[in-house]
């Protein structure tokens, strides 16, 4: 199966799977049975509430998500004395922008540099800064990146297309903690004219996990 | 517990694959394992600590040829199994006859659909306002302990009788060695300590880079 096609399934059809056990009688899946039958059990006990799961999963599919901390970064870039609030106290700091919650008691904000590279990971389950980046995506909490990113964190970032200088010192932060991490990437060369709002379309969810760089618009405005 | 979770330095597992334009979820279950898992966390009987321990004690060959939210799905089960809210018993009759009876129980206080945003919001699972004096600060040496408990916890494999500096102070936490065994909080002081990548891994690491690792006072020793 190629990974294109796995994408494409992912991207078009998913809700469309459930459509289609119903339109073809196809059976359900062990792992789909085991959900159904578990949450009947606990909507009919009454230990949740089916509406609550709604809101639940609109919340973080279509609310929360990557696009909160490139506003942090865009305003980061933007204005300095928030810059250094941000590096001070990330918590407070992205509070002032209504992003509190789950799995972000405490924001620690690292920022990328010349001298410093910074990237997080979770090598023992898959804590993630949700307020301003979302859910982790799938590589994030996979095997590969847990047990690579700590032992060889230049191998990581190269295979993803960053080469780290060997004067550039790499800090991984493993989030063994409540506390979460959010990297400050380092403003691309040749943004100086856009906006904030045309910053932030640039920030990618990976480059504030410290595994990309944010590169500089195409044909820029240099 | 030394299980497949722990997975720092472990090697083996191929390339990191980043899916370009990925969804939030792949599969509608995906999204009712995730949501079940957080609305029935606010039932409050346990913690985030004990949710954690219960998704490691999944047999190691199992996780790791399972995904992400078959892991939250099994510590789901063997929570509400364990804790007599849903018995294996009755899930297994459940799915085999949607019709299969659900034994009653009281006394809950369940999430409604109004309460999500606020409970998402002000939900604290592990902040600490006991005012605990630390054993350390900025720059103090500290060597890891060396400890292989059955139970949770959150000093990793990679990271045990090794040598490093603390960086920064947390403040007070839950300790979730206690609390994620059911043994209490004992809420105490939480450091990210920072490892230079040469004393986790040898002479072969980069010496100029480090691995920062969030650990709590009884971690640690003086160094």
């Known amino acids: 199966m190629s990974?294109?096609?796995?994408?494409?399934?992912?991207?078009?059809?998913?809700?469309?799977?459930?459509?289609?056990?119903?339109?073809?009688?196809?059976?359900?899946?062990?792992?789909?049975?085991?959900?159904r039958a578990l949450e009947s059990l606990l909507v009919d006990k009454g230990l949740v509430d089916p509406a609550a799961l709604d809101a639940l999963i609109d919340t973080y599919e279509t609310k929360v998500g990557p696009r909160n901390g490139a506003r942090i970064v865009a305003r980061a870039w933007v204005d300095g004395a928030f810059k250094r609030r941000l590096l001070e106290d990330g918590t407070a700091s992205v509070a002032e922008h209504g992003f509190v919650g789950r799995q972000s008691e405490k924001l620690v904000v690292v920022e990328n540099t010349p001298q410093t590279h910074n990237m997080v990971v979770c090598t023992l389950c898959s804590c993630y800064p949700w307020a301003v980046l979302g859910l982790p995506p799938v590589w994030y909490k996979s095997a590969p990146y847990r047990s690579r990113a700590v032992i060889d964190p230049r191998g990581v970032l190269s295979e993803l297309g960053v080469e780290v200088p060997a004067a550039t010192e790499?800090?991984?932060?493993?989030?063994?903690?409540?506390?979460?991490?959010?990297?400050?990437?380092?403003?691309?060369?040749?943004?100086?004219r856009m906006s904030e709002e045309q910053l932030a379309e640039l920030v990618t969810r990976d480059a504030m996990i410290g595994v990309a760089t944010v590169p500089q618009p195409a044909g820029g405005s240099r | 517990m030394n299980g497949a979770h722990d997975l720092g330095g472990m090697h083996g597992f191929g390339p990191v694959d980043i899916e370009p334009d990925e969804p939030v979820f792949h599969h509608e279950w995906e999204r009712r394992a995730f949501a079940?898992?957080?609305?029935?966390?606010?039932?409050?009987?346990?913690?985030?600590?004990?949710?954690?321990?219960?998704?490691?004690?999944?047999?190691?060959?199992?996780?790791?040829?399972?995904?992400?939210?078959?892991?939250?799905?099994?510590?789901?089960?063997?929570?509400?199994?364990?804790?007599?809210l849903v018995s294996a018993g009755e899930q297994a009759a459940r799915e085999k006859d949607p019709a299969a009876p659900a034994a009653p129980v009281t006394g809950f206080r369940v999430l409604a659909a109004r309460d999500v945003d606020n409970?998402?919001?002000?939900?604290?699972?592990s902040k600490a306002d006991e005012d605990v004096a630390?054993?350390?600060?900025?720059?103090?040496?500290?060597?890891?302990?060396?400890?292989?408990?059955?139970?949770?916890?959150?000093?990793?494999?990679?990271?045990?009788?090794?040598?490093?500096?603390?960086?920064?102070?947390?403040?007070?936490?839950?300790?979730?060695?206690?609390?994620?065994?059911?043994?209490?909080?004992?809420?105490?002081?939480?450091?990210?300590?920072?490892?230079?990548?040469?004393?986790?891994?040898?002479?072969?690491?980069?010496s100029r880079d480090a691995i920062y690792i969030d650990l709590w006072d009884d971690h640690l020793e003086p160094a």
């Open chain 1, 170 to 192: 790499v800090r991984v932060w493993d989030s063994t903690a409540e506390i979460r991490y959010m990297v400050l990437p380092e403003r691309p060369a040749g943004t100086e």
């Open chain 1, 3 to 35: 990974h294109d096609h796995e994408h494409e399934h992912h991207h078009h059809h998913d809700d469309d799977d459930v459509q289609e056990h119903r339109d073809h009688g196809a059976p359900l899946t062990e792992v789909e049975l085991r959900v």
């Open chain 2, 119 to 125: 409970a998402l919001r002000t939900s604290r699972t």
């Open chain 2, 134 to 206: 630390p054993r350390y600060k900025v720059g103090d040496r500290v060597i890891t302990r060396n400890i292989n408990p059955l139970g949770h916890t959150r000093l990793p494999r990679y990271a045990r009788s090794k040598r490093g500096v603390v960086t920064l102070d947390h403040g007070v936490w839950v300790f979730p060695d206690t609390a994620g065994n059911g043994l209490g909080r004992t809420p105490q002081h939480c450091y990210s300590v920072r490892f230079e990548a040469r004393e986790l891994w040898g002479d072969a690491a980069t």
């Open chain 2, 36 to 84: 079940l898992t957080l609305a029935t966390g606010f039932l409050g009987k346990w913690n985030i600590d004990q949710g954690r321990f219960a998704r490691e004690q999944m047999p190691p060959a199992e996780y790791l040829a399972t995904t992400y939210y078959e892991h939250w799905l099994f510590g789901l089960q063997k929570l509400l199994n364990d804790l007599r």
